[in-house]
């Protein structure tokens, strides 16, 4: 699985997007980019994933470069349950394991 | 559904010891997985089985580790002879096949080893 690096920390304000970045430059034609959090004690949660096109649920919504080497995801009205560790992982779409790096510890504040 | 469940949630054991944790995936679920985290850093993959065949191990679970998933349903992590570098939170995830793309996690099982 391709490699990707995330800055380890961002603050946002309550009600404001938060916009988290991913690099992962060495990202092959197969593989997907998904996103997990963490909220503190908790088991990681999924929060969306895509291919090359844009995606948005209910969560969030996932921007992908064109050139697929990087992505941002973007929570559009960040509330205080958002702290959390958002992580960027990029797996073959049919494979078994998630590779997790360190993540981004975001920090939303009032 | 009340999600994956994860029991003990903690357990503290003294060097040596072994312990066994268990693992209830959310049903119709064929795939189980396991994964350890220490302390600042991401979970690292251990182990996943589909139904009850255990499919990848991670060179991380050395062969003081074992996992069973017997009739495809819960699944346990035994640990022998436990070392104080076994110290982290243990997490299982499940997922359907059919889907392949979202895993769900538990609560995971904090074992400290003293």
């Known amino acids: 699985d391709a490699k990707t690096t995330q800055p380890p920390s961002m603050d946002c304000a309550e009600g404001r997007a938060a916009n988290l970045p991913c690099n992962h430059s060495?990202?092959?034609?197969?593989?997907?980019v998904y996103w997990y959090r963490q909220i503190h004690s908790q088991g990681p949660q999924y929060i969306i994933h895509g291919l090359k096109n844009n995606e948005t649920n209910e969560m969030a919504s996932l921007i992908i470069t064109e050139d697929r080497k990087s992505s941002t995801l973007i929570l559009p009205h960040a509330t205080l349950r958002d702290t959390a560790v958002y992580y960027c992982i990029v797996r073959v779409g049919t494979a078994s394991k998630l590779t997790f790096g360190t993540g981004t510890r975001l920090q939303v504040t009032l | 559904d009340t999600g994956v469940s994860q029991d003990p949630r903690h357990k503290i054991t003294k060097r040596g010891q072994n312990v066994t944790f268990r693992c209830d995936p959310i049903s119709e679920h064929n795939r189980l997985y396991w994964y350890r985290q220490t302390l600042g850093q991401g979970p690292e993959f251990l182990t996943y089985?589909?139904?009850?065949?255990?499919?990848?191990k991670s060179r991380l679970l050395s062969d003081r580790f074992s996992a069973e998933r017997p009739k495809g349903s819960f699944s346990t992590l035994e640990i022998q002879r436990t070392e104080q570098g076994d110290s982290a939170m243990y997490l299982c995830a499940s997922s359907l096949s059919l889907q392949g793309y979202e895993q769900y996690f538990g609560p995971g099982t904090r074992l400290t080893v003293t």
């Open positions: 060495t990202i092959s034609g197969n593989e997907y």
């Open positions: 089985f589909q139904n009850e065949a255990q499919l990848e």
